[in-house]
């Protein structure tokens, strides 16, 4: 079960556990995490750019010069991508930045142009295997904003072996619900798209929409809405037994 910190925090806004208290807390109680995973590491130096201009390197056909915002002023930047457009969002190392794998950006010139930094695909930051062109980054950010803030990549997450008899803990809910102070009186829900209130559990109201409901000969009844929402039962004839 793959468990991501921040959503946790939210969850159990009392929770004060660092990852690895977290992990060492489930372990006591069962379910042991088999890997505390940094998801930003090795991101730290990237940041977020806007590319403001494109235009075609004078010496060469398949790169660009591109002018990059990235927070500190503009900057000039060589880039062979076939999809930077000015206007789009990208992530950008700075002179200086270390990649993942230990590659450091160094201001350099080429074919005549001086580059100061680089735009970065998905696999030269270890985010997946595509080379063929920059991640582009869709929606509004600031640039120079770092890459992981935006990307929602500076989180944790925790690999909880969930072993049979805790399936209560096969959910971020229920793992919050067993780490909160206080238990699920810590739980904290946010609001739903659509619908009003503050999203607490003591604030929620359920309606009973049918007091008892039959199948097959069988009749249920629900005689608490809150603790149980809903029932839902068939019946099955014909089946041979063995």
Request: net charge negative.
């Amino acid at each position: 079960m793959n468990i991501s910190y921040r959503w946790l925090r939210d969850l159990a806004p009392g929770l004060e556990d660092t990852p690895e208290g977290i992990a060492a807390r489930l372990a006591t109680y069962g379910a042991p995490v088999d890997a505390v995973v940094p998801l930003g590491a090795g991101l730290e130096d990237i940041v977020v750019a806007r590319v403001e201009s494109v235009r075609k390197h004078p010496n060469a056909d398949r790169l660009s010069l591109c002018e990059v915002e990235a927070g500190g002023g503009r900057l000039q930047v060589v880039c062979g991508a076939p999809n930077v457009r000015a206007g789009a969002y990208y992530p950008f190392a700075p002179v200086g930045a270390a990649l993942p794998g230990g590659v450091r950006i160094k201001k350099a010139k080429i074919r005549g142009e001086v580059s100061e930094g680089m735009l970065c695909s998905e696999r030269e930051l270890g985010l997946g295997r595509d080379h063929s062109g920059l991640l582009e980054l869709h929606g509004t950010y600031t640039p120079g904003e770092p890459f992981r803030v935006a990307a929602g990549l500076d989180d944790v997450r925790l690999e909880v072996d969930v072993t049979p008899n805790r399936p209560d803990l096969l959910s971020h809910i229920g793992v919050a619900r067993e780490l909160a102070p206080g238990g699920v009186a810590g739980i904290r829900l946010g609001p739903l798209p659509g619908l009003e209130g503050p999203g607490l559990f003591e604030d929620v109201v359920f309606e009973r929409v049918a007091e008892e409901g039959r199948a097959g000969g069988v009749a249920v009844a629900i005689e608490d809405p809150r603790g149980c929402l809903r029932y839902i039962g068939a019946g099955i004839r014909g089946g041979s037994g063995g």
